[in-house]
């Protein structure tokens, strides 16, 4: 089935341990995002990449790293996990790069729920 | 500065008409998008206005007034499986999405 897969589903972590959300796609979409979503607040973009080798920052990104070595898979790295990164997290690809105009539409993965304790 | 407003929650009945409000201020627009989001789920892309007026798409239309900053999200015919969130965003001047809290939408039988 085309579309994004992630992992884990679901993950209950200590704060300061190290974690990588895994997220890849198969319908070789050129861009890629992570974006964390909580109650009360919109989507808010992490990071994207817009090709393989390329990375960029979004709105919230401190904490976060990502890395794009090839077209289909994006992993998000939490390097020292704190308790505000508790959240819900969700990667997207576009066909159209970030920043470009006209329906740029996402399609997301299903994803992954973090808790840092 | 930028911002876009969405209710919080909004209660329908199966069978009936609910619309969703979205007003947004930007210095510069370039589109606003409509998903839904099932409760544990993804969001998925429902509709794109980038002009004014009303894009009909079967069972839901969304309605776009650049001037007053304004769009909504018209739901006919409404069925039990159209509970959900629903997220609006618009695309500013330099194309980055921003993003509303949503909509979650209760639907009675």
């Known amino acids: 089935i085309a579309g994004i897969t992630q992992a884990p589903t679901s993950q209950i972590l200590a704060a300061g341990r190290r974690m990588t959300l895994r997220c890849t796609q198969d319908?070789?979409?050129?861009?890629m995002y992570w974006y964390r979503q909580d109650l009360g607040l919109g989507l808010r973009l992490i990071h994207y990449?817009?090709?393989?080798?390329?990375?960029g920052k979004g709105e919230v990104p401190d904490g976060y790293s990502v890395s794009r070595a090839n077209t289909d898979d994006f992993p998000l790295t939490l390097a020292s996990a704190v308790p505000s990164q508790t959240s819900v997290y969700f990667c997207?690809?576009?066909?159209?790069?970030?920043?470009?105009?006209?329906?740029?539409?996402?399609?997301f993965g299903a994803g992954s729920r973090l808790t840092v304790l | 500065g930028q911002n876009i407003d969405q209710p919080t929650e909004m209660t329908a009945t199966e069978g009936a008409i609910v619309q969703i409000n979205c007003t947004y201020q930007?210095?510069?627009?370039?589109?606003l998008f409509w998903y839904q989001q099932h409760a544990g789920e993804a969001p998925t892309f429902l509709s794109y206005?980038?002009l004014d007026g009303l894009e009909e798409k079967g069972r839901f239309s969304s309605f776009l007034s650049r001037s007053k900053g304004y769009s909504y999200l018209l739901l006919k015919e409404l069925q039990m499986k159209d509970s959900a969130s629903y997220l609006c965003?618009?695309?500013?001047?330099?194309?980055?999405?921003?993003w509303g809290a949503g909509t979650k939408l209760i639907i009675k039988p």
């Open positions: 997207a690809s576009s066909d159209s790069p970030h920043g470009a105009s006209g329906a740029n539409v996402l399609t």
């Open positions: 319908m070789r979409h050129n861009a």
């Open positions: 990449s817009n090709t393989a080798g390329t990375t």
């Open positions: 930007t210095s510069g627009f370039n589109g």
């Open positions: 206005n980038v």
């Open positions: 965003a618009f695309m500013d001047s330099n194309y980055q999405l921003i």
